[in-house]
C-alpha cells in the first residue's frame, strides 16, 4: 500500500534546508476559521499558537509580528519594539503580492523577502509553538528558540493588556 505523501509546503522545506525540526498539523480549511478554533482543533493550547501580522510603520518600512492567536497586537507597543514612531496594520489586499502569503495562512518564515520581526515575549516559555505552514489548513510546531534564531527575530510586550 502506498504511502500517503504529505504535500510539503514553503515553509517546511525552508525548516527543512535550515535543519530545524518541527512536526506538521493540519486543520479542515473549508469555511472561516479563527486561530483560537485552529488551537483548539490542533489540541494546542491557545498561548502556543501564534498567528503573524504584517504591518508598516510611519517610515514605510515592513515589519512582521507574531502573537498568541486569543491576543491582539498592541501597535503603540509594536512601534516602539521597532523604534517607529507609529505602525498599522497593511490592507489585506497587500499581503499575498508582499509576502506570498495568504490572509489565515501567512507565516512567518519564507516570506518573499525577510522582514524585521517580533515575537511576543512569552515565546521562549514553551518548549515548541505552532506558526503557520504558509497555507490555510496547516501548521508547523517548532522549538521557538530555532525559529527566532533562523528569524534573527527579538522578543518584546506587544500585546494589548487584557
Given at each position: 500500500m502506498?504511502?500517503?505523501k504529505e504535500e510539503?509546503?514553503?515553509v517546511m522545506r525552508v525548516l527543512e534546508q535550515q535543519g530545524i525540526p518541527y512536526t506538521p498539523h493540519t486543520y479542515p480549511a473549508d469555511g472561516p476559521i479563527d486561530g483560537v478554533s485552529v488551537a483548539g482543533y490542533l489540541g494546542q493550547d491557545v498561548e502556543q499558537?501564534?498567528?503573524t501580522l504584517v504591518t508598516k510603520g510611519a517610515s514605510g518600512s515592513y515589519y512582521v509580528f507574531d502573537v498568541p492567536v486569543a491576543e491582539n497586537l498592541d501597535l503603540k507597543k509594536a512601534a516602539k519594539a521597532v523604534g517607529e514612531k507609529s505602525i498599522a496594520m497593511i490592507h489585506q489586499k497587500e499581503l499575498l503580492p508582499l509576502t506570498?502569503?495568504?490572509h489565515g495562512g501567512c507565516s512567518p518564515v519564507g516570506m518573499k523577502?525577510?522582514?524585521?520581526t517580533v515575537?511576543?515575549?512569552t515565546v521562549v516559555l514553551f518548549d515548541t509553538?505552532?506558526?503557520?505552514?504558509g497555507k490555510i489548513g496547516a501548521q508547523v510546531e517548532v522549538p521557538p528558540q530555532a525559529l527566532l534564531d533562523l528569524l534573527g527575530a527579538t522578543t518584546a510586550d506587544i500585546v494589548v493588556e487584557g
Open positions: 502506498a504511502k500517503k510539503k509546503t514553503n499558537v501564534f498567528k506570498g502569503y495568504v523577502k525577510q522582514f524585521p515575537f511576543h515575549e509553538i505552532c506558526v503557520s505552514a
